[in-house]
């Protein structure tokens, strides 16, 4: 079994910052992507940004230029730093990741935080 575990989540002005990081833990034996997506009240989840064990990146166009993902393979965890926050990014966040778990035969994983709240004020 894989955990991920989330923090920095919180409440903050239009125009603030927060910096989100996810851990995972477990039977691991390599990670491929890890992610964010988030999900605002009566709307679906969506990805937000995601990066691969390559480190080939990509973002929700609404977050381009104000949000970043990094990763740090050795600890096993993901950051998410958002600048220029807006009252439209207050939601859940949730981080994902995929990869092989140890173990016999090497199942694949596909894991899910527990989330954080992000509330932005304006």
């Known amino acids: 079994q894989v955990q991920l575990v989330e923090s920095g989540g919180g409440l903050v002005q239009a125009g603030g910052s927060l910096r989100l990081s996810c851990a995972a833990s477990?039977?691991?034996?390599?990670?491929?992507?890890m992610g964010w997506y988030r999900q605002a009240p009566g709307k679906q989840r969506e990805l937000v940004a995601q990066?691969?064990?390559?480190?080939?990146?990509k973002y929700a166009d609404s977050v381009k230029g104000r949000f970043t993902i990094s990763r740090d393979n050795a600890k096993n965890t993901v950051y998410l730093q958002m600048n220029s926050l807006k009252p439209e990014d207050t939601g859940g966040y949730f981080c994902?990741?995929?990869?092989?778990?140890?173990?016999?035969?090497?199942?694949?994983?596909?894991?899910w935080g527990q989330g954080t709240q992000v509330t932005v004020s304006s």
């Open positions: 990066i691969t064990s390559g480190g080939t990146i």
């Open positions: 994902n990741a995929d990869g092989v778990n140890s173990g016999r035969y090497y199942p694949l994983f596909d894991a």
């Open positions: 477990g039977s691991i034996f390599s990670i491929n992507a």
